[in-house]
């Protein structure tokens, strides 16, 4: 078991929440709770079946990928799901952390998860943050060295686009992924550098061209029909996977993580799913 300010301080250690992206995110401790921590539920939405499942499996801390709570407001909203989530919470006292963009930005967060479904280590020539953070306090240059939006991928050698599916696949373990590439050039295509973006890759991918740079591969969550458009047209490849695809299987690393350091029961939701389910 452990208190609650032993496990958000954990999280803050892995994942600093000063490299979260507040322009936008509502990231950290949402819904405090005075329990003791003996259960933890990890999921990428906190949904109403995965509240539920929570409540009942008695869990006293949900760590939630996203923020399940994301505009302001002024009053309780009992017709809105999230806000009849957060009552049911609140009455059971369970507590609800969010880290997302803290994760996205983090050395070893979601988006080095996806790096290492790639290939091994020694097949990759470098790794390069698209959006670095900058140092903020008492940080150094070596101290954020790593941190940041997106990553840039190059290997040693160029990698078959169908292996490189393959690969893709099998790290998410899900069934079929998209893919646009130009008419007759997937047979004898091959990919030497990936840009990498968990969940809506539009922001970053437009941000790694403003540096003057293009990779063979983006492989994201989704983007929209015209960015996805635009890169195919270039002789680019585009991997879209279903948004939280992209995040889901980084909460199986969280777990190992916490399970090392704390002395608390971590379980993954078995309600939490990608909103689109493939229909095969």
Not at 4 to 33: E, F, M, R
Not at 45 to 74: M, R, S, W
């Amino acid at each position: 078991m452990a208190s609650l300010k032993q496990i958000t301080s954990l999280l803050n250690k892995l994942y600093p929440l000063h490299h979260a992206d507040h322009a936008w995110d509502n990231v950290g401790l949402l819904v405090p709770t005075e329990r003791i921590i003996k259960k933890i539920l990890l999921t990428v939405d906190l949904t109403q079946d995965v509240c539920d499942e929570a409540i009942k499996g008695n869990a006293d801390l949900i760590i939630a990928y996203h923020p399940f709570l994301f505009k302001k407001f002024n009053r309780i909203n009992p017709n809105d799901t999230q806000h009849q989530s957060l009552m049911k919470l609140m009455k059971q006292d369970v507590g609800v952390y969010c880290p997302h963009t803290s994760v996205d930005a983090a050395k070893n967060g979601v988006n080095d998860w996806l790096v290492s479904g790639l290939a091994l280590k020694k097949d990759i020539l470098k790794v390069d943050v698209i959006e670095p953070v900058q140092p903020k306090g008492d940080e150094t240059e070596k101290d954020v060295e790593g941190v940041g939006m997106g990553r840039y991928v190059e290997f040693n050698q160029s990698i078959p686009l169908e292996e490189m599916l393959e690969r893709i696949k099998k790290s998410l373990n899900l069934q079929m992924v998209q893919y646009a590439c130009l008419k007759d050039t997937f047979k004898d295509k091959q990919i030497k550098s990936v840009a990498i973006c968990a969940g809506s890759g539009g922001g970053v991918f437009s941000a790694l061209h403003k540096q003057g740079k293009k990779a063979d591969l983006y492989y994201t969550g989704e983007l929209s029909h015209h960015e996805g458009l635009a890169l195919k047209e270039q002789g680019k490849v585009v991997v879209i996977c279903g948004h939280s695809n992209t995040e889901r299987g980084w909460l199986k690393w969280l777990q190992n993580k916490l399970i090392a350091t704390e002395n608390v029961q971590i379980v993954l939701s078995q309600s939490d799913e990608d909103v689109y389910q493939p229909f095969i």
